[in-house]
Nanobody
Framework: QVQLVESGGGLVQPGGSLRLSCAAS????????MNWVRQAPGKELEWVSA??????????RYAESVKGRFTISRDNAKNTLTLQMNSLKPEDTAMYFC????????????????WGQGTQVTVSS
């Protein structure tokens, strides 16, 4: 069965960095677009970043709120999705999820068919 397991979250001071990972199994990872999405307490789900199926010439996309600070990548040989987060801000505090894209509805509009359990990121001094 499809499994997505996130790791790497934690507590970090503003300006710090974290590296999130998502281990995928149960499907052919290299065939799917993958996303990172996040949800802060009391707020709606927010799309963060997307990456195309290829890990050699990836099409990478970012929300304006994280552009220039976050980097998405993937290793199809290891079935792993990564999100490098630098210059973290308190407003980045959220539960972060990796998600498999089931359908692309439009520019940076994705429909997901599988999610992980999430990893908590807290940015605070």
């Amino acid at each position: 069965q499809v499994q997505l397991v996130e790791s790497g979250g934690g507590l970090v001071q503003p300006g710090g960095s974290l590296r999130l990972s998502c281990a995928a199994s149960g499907f052919t990872f290299s065939r799917f677009w993958m996303n990172w999405v996040r949800q802060a307490p009391g707020k709606e789900l927010e799309w963060v970043s997307a990456i195309s199926p290829s890990d050699r010439d990836s099409d990478r996309r970012y929300a304006e709120s994280v552009k220039g600070r976050f980097t998405i990548s993937r290793d199809n040989a290891k079935n792993t999705l990564t999100l490098q987060m630098n210059s973290l801000k308190p407003e980045d505090t959220a539960m972060y999820f990796c998600a498999r894209v089931g359908r692309i509805k439009g520019p940076n509009q994705y429909e997901y068919d599988f999610w992980g359990q999430g990893t908590q990121v807290t940015v605070s001094s």
